[in-house]
């Protein structure tokens, strides 16, 4: 099967407008007496945090980590596989850690990344996600802060790929058969 760019679901302005204000959220929840540790998850997410961390504010200890996990194969469906290629370079015990992934679609990533996470002993540990495609969640998993909820369409761009092929797209668009 083959695949070719739809319309754009969301331009980069108003991905840019949304990363601010999920910025000032954090902020607002956190504070910046604390430290805060944002784990972006490889390679989707890459894009996302560099955009979210230049917003947070010079004063609040911000340091970047990641991890590199997947749970799809070479198409569009999920394997229901979670591995883990590359881990965190640092300990995250004692320390606030936020999550940064690109897209929650059955949960079940983010649900294993959490099990891993919490057993590490972080302070605390909250959810990021730029996309949320609620309809498809087969396991409950708390997102803390969401940039946009988007129906069950496959969407490319902004760090998405489809089996490799555009994530450099400045916008998200979805993905049709051709
Ligand atoms: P989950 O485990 O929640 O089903 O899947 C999360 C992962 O699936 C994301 O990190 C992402 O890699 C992939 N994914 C889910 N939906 C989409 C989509 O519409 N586009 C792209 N490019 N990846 C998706």
Known sequence: MSYKLGEVILSRDTIARRV???????????GTDNGLVVVGILTGASFFLTDLVRELPEE?????????VASYGDGTKTSGVVRIFHDLKSSIEGKNVIIV????????????LLDILKSRK????????????YERR??????????FRIPDKFVVGYGLDCAGKWR?????????EE
Do not use: W
């Not at 601010?20 to 956190?30: F, G, M, Q, R, Y």
């Not at 992934?101 to 294993?112: K, P, Q, R, Y």
């Not at 450099?168 to 049709?176: E, M």
């Open 20 to 30: 601010k204000e999920l910025a000032s959220e954090i902020v607002a929840d956190n």
């Open 60 to 68: 609040l200890d911000a340091r970047i980590d990641f991890m590199s």
């Open 101 to 112: 992934e690109d897209i929650v679609d059955t949960g079940l990533t983010l649900s294993h």
């Open 122 to 133: 972080p302070a605390s540990l909250k959810v990021c996600v730029l996309l949320d495609k």
């Open 138 to 147: 087969q396991t409950e998993v708390k997102v803390d802060y969401c940039g």
């Open 168 to 176: 450099h797209l400045k916008d998200i668009k979805y993905v049709v």
